[in-house]
């Protein structure tokens, strides 16, 4: 369950700041290189921000 928590915040943290470039201002795309990069780095950590929230908000699998 939080593997798939993660994926879709991801998800969406690229298409919104995707869609803030549009619309608002380029220099959101640095959000989705944050993103980018914070998964990859996960891949090779095991180290992601998002699961430390998950589970502070007691969310298990």
Not at 34 to 54: A, D, M, R, Y
Request: hydrophobic share 55%; glycine share 4%.
């Amino acid at each position: 369950m939080r593997e798939k928590i993660v994926r879709r915040v991801a998800g969406l943290m690229v298409l919104l700041s995707i869609s803030l470039a549009v619309f608002v201002n380029v220099q959101w795309l640095w959000l989705t290189a944050f993103v980018g990069v914070n998964l990859i780095q996960s891949t090779f950590t095991g180290f992601c921000p998002l699961e430390l929230i998950l589970d502070k908000l007691n969310i298990r699998d």
